[in-house]
């Protein structure tokens, strides 16, 4: 069997690793040059927080050591005030998890030397998706050498949210989309290293938190740090209302005023990388013709703020790999059980994206946040296994999406009742777990669970 894939993204390369495992014939097309050459384009990384997902796929095919390899765990968020000290919100009770921030074009490029070096696979450069005829698997590509044809027996749009592939079914009639872009926008910059070390503390992701806005920043191998702000594109303390290095200046100084000493071009970061889209992209079906596939965020693009676009991506390979495998081989089956069994999910990862840029930017610096965080982390330790927080079971776990979404809001009562007992006791009043769980399913056998009492604290 003869696949193309179209993307040599971080994706398109994991998805290639798998199908030449299968003994498959693939040739993976690109519209960039080779990015190992060395010209990166500016302000476009959004630095990844690979979690378990994204390291299941990787361990699957033996990819994990070498991928981590450049790795930084980060175990927790450092909130940063306008003023006021900071503070660090760990991931986990005992800060023993973490997920871990990797450079996206190191990660792509170990995984375009993982594709080129499995067996049956080649990939080509600089070559532009123009034209796809979804019933034959005809291809054309744009190259310098003037227009190529290509066919293969399997056609797999692994090209970003941008997809080429999607607009080639789009234009055949054979999907519907809708794009729902947010009235924020991306911008990158760079803390770098202070003499030689890290300016930050490398083990948290770090959180300006400015209520309509925010920036985070995620540490470099280097020591630097890849800064990225989340702003309006339009009105006031936007993108669009600061013209000026002095503006930009200004602003930093009255809402970032930490980090206008630690990044030195900090006006020409501003002023010359780009501004970027952030929405979420939906289509049906994801397959046509029986030949013809969308995958990862060719399918179903998220916004960033869990970090989980490329964790979602690499599952989707797996899912992939593992209805292959169901079907016998047969794509005609295993596409649309990849869509039957994953779309879902990523609906489901799609909503809690979005909903955790409105804890990002609104909530983690405020006190009853930080409370509500101290009773999750108290009630899985108190219930291990019974109750997991919806960051845990997003980011620490391979449990689906969906199954996280039903289950937090399965879980929401008893957090409720926890944190209403915590508030009320706060002169020092003690609460077992075996009242609380009793409470929030009057069901359960008490007798099910033993655990030690809190004592509450705002």
Request: charged fraction near 25%; include cysteine; hydrophobic fraction near 40%.
């Amino acid at each position: 069997m003869n696949v193309a894939i179209v993307g040599a993204g971080l994706t398109g390369c994991l998805l290639a690793c798998y199908l030449g495992r299968r003994g498959l014939d693939v040739t993976v097309y690109e519209r960039r040059p080779d990015p190992r050459g060395g010209v990166v384009e500016r302000g476009r990384s959004i630095n990844l927080a690979i979690s378990e997902r994204g390291l299941d796929a990787l361990r699957r095919i033996g990819l994990e050591e070498r991928v981590m390899a450049d790795a930084l765990p980060m175990r927790g968020r450092m909130i940063h005030p306008v003023s006021g000290p900071l503070d660090f919100q760990r991931y986990s009770r005992d800060g023993d998890l973490a997920i871990n921030s990797i450079s996206r074009g190191a990660l792509n490029n170990t995984l375009l030397d993982a594709a080129e070096s499995a067996p049956g696979v080649k990939v080509l450069f600089g070559h532009r998706l123009t034209g796809l005829d979804p019933a034959t698997g005809t291809m054309t590509f744009e190259t310098e050498q003037g227009d190529v044809l290509a066919e293969a027996g399997v056609v797999l749009g692994a090209d970003g949210s941008g997809s080429a592939v999607r607009g080639q079914l789009l234009a055949h009639g054979r999907v519907e989309e809708s794009l729902d872009f947010l009235d924020h926008g991306y911008k990158e910059l760079t803390i770098p290293a202070v003499d030689g070390e890290f300016a930050l503390d490398p083990g948290a992701l770090h959180i300006w938190p400015r209520g309509t806005s925010m920036m985070i920043a995620l540490p470099n191998p280097d020591r630097s740090f890849t800064c990225t702000m989340f702003w309006p594109t339009g009105g006031t303390a936007s993108f669009a209302s600061l013209s000026s290095p002095a503006a930009v200046e200004r602003h930093f100084r009255a809402h970032y005023p930490d980090v206008v000493p630690l990044a030195p071009d900090l006006a020409d970061d501003y002023r010359h990388n780009p501004v970027g889209l952030l929405g979420t992209v939906r289509c049906a079906p994801w397959h046509a013709d029986g030949r013809v596939g969308l995958i990862g965020d060719a399918a179903h693009a998220i916004v960033p703020f869990y970090g989980q676009g490329a964790n979602c991506g690499f599952e989707d390979v797996v899912e992939l790999d593992r209805c292959l495998e169901e079907s016998g081989g047969r794509w005609e089956r295993a596409l649309p059980l990849f869509e039957e069994r994953r779309r879902e999910n990523t609906d489901a990862i799609a909503e809690m994206a979005l909903a955790n840029f409105v804890e990002m930017r609104d909530k983690v610096a405020s006190p009853m946040y930080r409370l509500v965080k101290n009773v999750e982390h108290w009630l899985e330790a108190a219930l291990p296994g019974r109750y997991v927080s919806r960051y845990a079971l997003v980011s620490f776990s391979t449990v689906p999406y969906a199954q996280v979404r039903r289950r937090v809001r399965g879980q929401r009562r008893l957090l409720g009742t926890a944190v209403a007992a915590v508030v009320a006791g706060a002169g020092g009043r003690r609460v077992g777990a075996e009242v609380l769980w009793a409470t929030a399913r009057p069901h359960a056998p008490v007798t099910a669970f033993r655990s030690t009492a809190m004592s509450g604290r705002r």
